[in-house]
């Protein structure tokens, strides 16, 4: 398990990326579960976001559209490098982003559209792809709170021209912080390697280009396979809740979970709640009460 593999690399002394094969082998073995050809892992899941923009060489004056119904790295790794974000609101039974709303905001400075598979849900993936190739623009799956979630009996992150995950220990696969992207696109990827890796040239020290150092250690990389073991396991105890709850509450009024779309299984990480505006009470005390009975929720 993630225990002993994690001690089997503090025994080993061999903790950094360089030293150990952990990153190697947890790259290879989330490649082979997602379905792409490479999958590299990073620090953290904002860092994934970050490098796929910058491979796909977002600069100043381009434009991604996206959803603000995500968490703020999916928009701010593009603001950092003075892109702007442009937004489409989201379904309202998914919570992913409208996909009837891209072509409103398509602009001859878009350059990429960054779905989020929201709480778990896939979003629209056919006609995300369909409208990128159609208008020469890549696609950057924010497919961090979806591991494991199939669009088309395909897993989410395995889409777009990078898919992007998080290990953050909120996330279904935790290795406490820690990310991965995966591509098929060779060229792209050997961009991202480089840029990840200080961008040195492979094998040597000389860096004939600006990079980053975006790295794993093996000690999170060990932790991760020991979860990677058991994902299948995680994500049915998350079905199983989401499942409990929908059958539970399905016949209160004036509440709304978030459901999986058409020729999707969601993995559920998070079961969401769409409160009735003509409940007679308000989202804060709905929120207080459930606190009083030791239900932990959050906006």
Known sequence: DQINAAKAVLESGKVNSWTGQENRLFAEEFAEWIGVKYAIPLANGSLALSAAYLSISLKEGDEIITTPRTFIATSSSAVLLGAKPV????????????????????????????????????????????????????????AAPAIGATYDNKKVGSFGDF????????KLLVTGEGGMVVTDNEELFSKFKKLWDHGRVPGTFWIDELGYKFKMSNLQAAFGLGQLENIDTLIEAKRRNYSRYKTNLSNVEGIKLNQAGGNTESIYWMTSVLLDQNLNISRDSFMEELHKLNIDTRT
């Open 87 to 142: 937004f489409a609101d989201v379904d309202l039974d998914t919570w992913c982003i409208d996909t009837e709303q891209l072509e409103s905001l398509l602009t001859k400075k878009t350059k990429a559209i960054m779905p989020v598979h929201l709480y778990g849900n896939p979003a629209e993936m056919n006609k995300i792809m369909s409208f990128a190739k159609n208008n020469n623009l890549k696609v950057i799956e924010d």
């Open 163 to 170: 898919g992007c995950f998080s290990f953050q220990g909120a």
